[in-house]
């Protein structure tokens, strides 16, 4: 992007208060009963005036010790919690959580359930950037997206519901498959759904990424370079619209992910806009995933591998790589012989997003501030755990 | 002055006070509904049969709450402030005529009158500002102030082409002048254009509702506000839409002027179709950044309005008939000039700054 001859050679940005004048900063506390801080992310700024010096972000409003009570339960128990740490998306931390076991216990998961997961997991993905869709739309200062996305979300909470019983915390895989068989008519549901999401999509899209007023507030805002990203250690969307095709599901194939034909996204500039675009871009991709998974799976065919009745965690560790909606999450899952894990860490993107809260926000202005920290697609609940 | 025009003016400005309450609870019932329309769900529904009773229901529910002072709040600044931005934005609605008849106070200067007045609302938006003792509302306030007189220099200037026009400042004048002519939107386009968007800026509706952008200073000066203080704010909101959607009738749409219906039905479609207007836009545009508002004003709007002034000036001194050529002419320059200054001023790339990076960990 070409930028004004005046300010060639200018570091600072375009507001004269940082040279010109000299006031006073302002300490202001954003959160964490702000709403657009995504839950409960507390912000401590320092501001000149409307631009931003300094940002100390402050996490743990929504700490639950999720990892230590996985270390309290039996293996059995856990999915439970693990559905607890990203809300928006419960399937990609179970998803994670059973890769990780089966890898322990090396159990072989049966076709259709693999089918499934993934079915369900894009589904999820789906559902998780609708929901930042819906949010980033109403930071970027009005309503109707907000209403547009949680629509087709809640159309696909619906499905959820159907399968699982639950429409948010699924807790429906377990080691070596399923919890329980999918209904019969899951095929249909998912097939009937997908005209709907890529009807939505397009409207999404219609609403406001040709938007000029969006344009104007999203391009060019916040660039971030790859090492810039790489040094401040995204990953997911985030690290996708500086320019990198990195997709744990590209790169490791877990799961069955090596038999589906899709791209990958990517932006340029890594703005906001960008941001933006590759996860808009990425779920037109996970429709085209589901709908090449319901070809591919068996219409018959057991639900759940050969597990032991108790489950015993081995000795050892396993430790899983899974592309969440918000980047990579891994679940290091150690055993000592006991019902119960010795140790389950999970390493959440959204906890590195928003630490680098702190690196992105200063020299933003107080209203991108809230653009940015959207932008981010954190979630609290996986950032505090 | 005998005792019966005081006691008729008196009654004149009784029914302004209870129509503007009413104003406001039509309009806030016209916007849910049309908002849920565009977002594809029912709007209130519940309340009354189609939700028409809504509106007074979270009337009385504002009326009955209570109305809180925060302990760092100036308190008497805090308190009058709301009667501040209250008084003027009924004191304007004195100046508007509804029908040739039907207007509360009418003065020669009355174009003058209902431009001027709203400016002395922003010290009330200040004095609340200030008076709240909370960081928000300060900067909303700051962003108020900047962006309220910013654009009351576009809005005045583009409304001087029509009192060039008609050679008047007198509304009723300025109606008139349309009904034997042409309605001033047709003349004057662009001046209409700018009339709306700075209108729009004035009374911090979307997309410049930068100053009380819930999601950035969760609703600036009026953060703090509750019950019945809040609902002042409320009722001079939706009233200053009406006020903007009413003078662009009367200045630009040709006021009650219009065949066979009575004059007041005229003059209430025509400003329901701006109204509509402007909330239709509330449920389609994103809020823009105040450093590219500010940028829009000073350096777009401002400009065209004044080569919009040169454009009424040479009809002033030369007659009609330049007009034809000049208008068509003039809308399709300024048309060009605005894409223009939109891409080079407003949707101009910032450099961002150098990051504070943390060092990559080295194994240890």
């Known amino acids: 992007m070409r930028s004004h001859p005046r300010e060639m050679g200018r570091t600072v940005t375009d507001t004269p208060s940082a040279t010109d004048l000299a006031t006073q900063e302002l300490t202001i506390n954003m959160g964490p009963q702000h709403p657009s801080t995504h839950g409960v992310l507390r912000l401590i700024l320092t501001v000149d005036g409307e631009l931003i010096t300094k940002a100390i972000p402050d996490i743990g409003f929504l700490h639950r010790g999720i990892e230590k009570i996985c270390e309290t339960w039996t293996f059995r128990q856990i999915p439970v919690m693990a559905d607890r740490a990203d809300y928006l998306s419960a399937f990609t931390t179970e998803f994670g959580l059973m890769i990780a076991a089966e890898e322990l216990w090396e159990i072989e998961v049966p076709e259709r359930a693999e089918y499934a997961r993934v079915i369900l997991a894009e589904l999820n993905r789906l559902a998780s950037h609708f929901m930042f869709y819906a949010s980033f739309g109403l930071d970027v200062g009005f309503t109707t997206p907000t209403m547009f996305g949680w629509r087709t979300r809640e159309s696909i909470q619906d499905l959820f519901e159907e399968v699982t019983g639950a429409r948010l915390l699924h807790n429906y895989l377990a ?19 997908l005209p709907e999401i890529e009807k939505s999509i397009d409207q999404c899209n219609g609403l406001i990424t040709d938007s000029e007023i969006f344009q104007a507030r999203t391009k060019g805002v916040n660039r971030l370079s790859v090492e810039e990203a790489a040094r401040l250690g995204l990953t997911g969307p985030m690290l996708r619209a500086t320019g990198i095709a990195r997709d744990l599901r590209r790169l490791l194939s877990y799961s069955i992910y090596d038999r589906f034909d899709f791209d990958i996204p990517v932006g340029e500039n890594g703005d906001l806009f960008d941001r933006y675009k590759v996860r808009m871009l990425e779920m037109e991709q996970s429709v085209r995933i589901v709908r090449q998974a319901l070809k591919g799976m068996p219409d018959e065919g057991p639900f759940q591998g050969k597990v032991p009745r108790i489950l015993r965690l081995p000795e050892g560790d396993a430790y899983s790589r899974t592309e969440s909606p918000r980047g990579d999450l891994c679940i290091y899952l150690v055993g000592s012989g006991a019902t119960k894990a010795y140790r389950v860490k999970i390493r959440s993107p959204a906890f590195v997003a928003a630490s680098a809260l702190e690196a992105l926000l200063p020299g933003a202005y107080l209203a991108d501030a809230v653009l940015i920290i959207g932008s981010t697609d954190v979630v609290m609940g996986e950032v505090d755990r | 002055m005998t005792l019966l025009d005081v006691v008729i003016a008196i009654v004149k400005v009784l029914v302004l006070l209870i129509l503007a309450p009413l104003i406001a609870l039509v309009f806030t019932y016209a916007e849910r509904k049309l908002l849920g329309r565009i977002q594809q769900r029912m709007g209130p529904w519940h309340v009354g049969p189609m ?35 209250f008084g003027p934005t009924i004191a304007v609605l004195t100046g ?95 001046a209409f254009a700018i009339f709306i968007m700075a209108g729009l800026a004035e009374t911090s509706r979307t997309p410049f509702d930068i100053a009380i952008a819930e999601s950035e200073v969760m609703g600036g000066p009026l953060i703090e506000y509750s019950g019945i203080r809040w609902a002042m704010f409320f009722l001079a909101e939706y009233v200053n839409v009406f006020i903007l959607a009413a003078l662009s009738t009367v200045i630009f749409l040709g006021g009650w002027a219009g065949p066979f219906l009575p004059p007041i039905l005229w003059f209430a479609l025509k400003t329901g179709f701006v109204v509509t207007f402007i909330l239709w836009l509330r449920a389609t545009l994103p809020r823009l950044r105040i450093d590219q508002l500010m940028a829009l004003c000073w350096k777009v709007l401002l400009p065209l309005s004044l080569l919009n002034l040169v454009v009424v000036s040479v009809q002033a001194v030369y007659g009609w008939l330049p007009m034809i050529a000049l208008v068509p002419l003039s809308v399709v320059l300024a048309f060009w000039f605005y894409r223009r200054a939109w891409t080079r001023l407003v949707m101009r790339p910032r450099p961002s700054a150098p990051r504070d990076l943390p060092t990559p960990a080295t194994a240890g």
């Open chain 1, 175 to 193: 080691v070596g498959g399923l919890r329980l068989d999918l209904p019969p008519d899951f095929k249909d549901a998912v097939a009937g759904l």
């Open chain 2, 96 to 190: 508007i005529p509804f029908t040739r008849e039907l207007v509360a106070a009418n003065l020669d200067l009355g174009l003058l009158y209902v431009l001027a007045l709203p400016a002395v609302v922003i010290i009330g938006f200040v004095m609340a500002g200030w008076g709240s003792g909370n960081k928000y509302a300060l900067i909303g306030t700051a962003r108020m102030v900047a962006q309220a007189i910013s654009y009351e220099l576009p809005l005045l200037v583009s409304v001087l082409g029509v009192a060039l026009l008609a050679n008047s400042l007198d509304l009723t004048v300025i109606v008139e002048a349309q009904a034997s002519t042409v309605w001033y939107v047709v003349v004057q386009p662009t």
């Open chain 2, 51 to 85: 939700g028409l009773f809504q509106a007074p229901a979270d009337a009385i529910k504002l009326l009955m709450k209570e109305s809180l002072t925060p302990e760092k709040a100036e308190r008497w600044i805090y308190l009058i402030a709301p009667f501040l931005v």
